[in-house]
């Protein structure tokens, strides 16, 4: 490089690779100032991804793309990486379950051989270890670790100015691609009377110091149910409001009602088919006024009524993005917006809220933006669960969803009581549903202790990578609760195994052969 004349940092190429020249031989600094190429923004503010959000997928996306030479930035506006899982969604949630089951064992006491006792949960001391968990995994978030992979991590609020610019934290980015991945806000249904109330969501639950007392929940999809049982086992009075027929609307009819006797059977009071209409706040206790005439006194309300794209401020029509009827992000099969140099992930697009959908779809923004493989998403075989005591797990199609779209289905069945390790653990509660297609599993659902750790076998088996008896010639560790997988599969072969065809050539071997 020795000799060269030196190139303005303004009018350097922004892509990694040998420079181009810019100017005609001789030209001074003043026609260099005066070149059109001046008014291109500095190299440093240019680059080949810039990924707005910091949550799950927002990261996988930054961090593989940076490593793979690509010059990456990662715009987040809260301030700290990790996202609504790990601060405001699953990690503090299951912490607090944790907690609440270790009371609720304490009850159980006698069934194991030791006296039983009432807890004293304290709340303050609960969501002390809440944070302290938090604070423990945050440090596989920490800005210096994706700063090492050569991601640059800016903390502000993103705006588009165009398809190709972003203003944030005083700065205008050139991205030749960008992903979105600023994730879900709680919706707050406009209920009269609530504001004045004052309510509780995911993102300020998990600061509650206060002694147990009547809590309100409005709404019964996962997030209401894990909530309703985990305080009703730390001491407060729980009153679960759902206004379709069924709690966990999305799940197996059968479950869900299932978890919902060993909520009451807890102490927690269910109501479904219930719309709370308006709220009259007080001091003594707000009274949530239902459509069907009933009323619900409560001190907190907890609203657990669903989630919103967070897409405000972004300006997407500058960029040329669209929303769905729902409010999120349109996307293709390939996790591309209608700008097709920008891709979205996670909650901001859907179609479900969960992180690990989340760091799925990065893998497939990744192949596409990257690599230039057409990948598609496919969530036939995408698992999800509700973190409730049992818990329930699903994965492809329910019963009814099968029956529906098929019609030509079995369905095998297998009980946690029949199963050793379930009954020696005294989780004995549940079942596994299989349902089978034309030899293939299509579906899937765990009902029970520690469900969740079942699905992968299921998962695979429901992606084509496993086939029923590929999950019966496999040795099963005795006694585990995993046993009940190849249990719910063995009928699906005992019923084709013992038919009186199957008798018959027996018979004739035996008869046939020494």
Known sequence: MHGLPSIPQTLRPWRRGPRRACLQDGAT?????????????????R?????????????????VAARLGQRVALI??????????????CVPSKTLIRSAHVAQLMRRGDEFGVAARDPEPDMAAVNARVRRVVGRLQHHDDPARFEAYGVEVIFGVARFLDPHHVETAGRRLYGRRFVLATGSLPWVPPIPGLSQAGYWTNETLFGVSEAPRRLAIIGAGPVGVEMAQAFQRLGWTVTLMESREHILPGEDAGAAEALRAVLEAEGATVHTSARVAAIDAGTDGHVLYLADGSQVVADRILVAAGRKAATGGLDLHAAGVTLDEGGTVA??????????HIFAVGDVCGPYHFSHLAS???GVVIQN?????????????????????????????????????????EVHRADFADLDRAVAEGEDRGYVRIVFRRGRIVGATVLGAHAGEMLPQLVQAVRGRLS????VAAVHAYPTLAEIIKRAVEPYYGERLFRPRVRTLVRWLDRLLP
């Open 369 to 409: 933006a990257l690599f230039r493989v057409p990948a598609r998403a496919d969530l036939r075989a995408l698992p999800r669960v509700v973190y409730s005591d049992p818990e329930l797990a699903q994965v492809g199609m329910t019963v009814a969803e099968a029956e529906q779209r098929h019609g030509d289905i």
């Open 29 to 45: 600094e003043a026609a260099q100032a005066s070149h059109p190429a001046m008014t291109r923004l500095r190299s440093e503010d």
């Open 468 to 471: 029923p008896r590929d999950i």
């Open 76 to 89: 987040e506006a809260s301030g700290e990486l990790g996202g609504e899982c790990l601060h405001t969604g």
């Open 331 to 340: 996307v293709d099969s390939r996790q591309r917006t209608r700008s097709r």
């Open 47 to 63: 680059f080949d991804v810039v990924v707005i959000g910091g949550g799950a997928g927002g990261l996988s996306v930054a961090s």
């Open 360 to 362: 799925y779809q990065a």
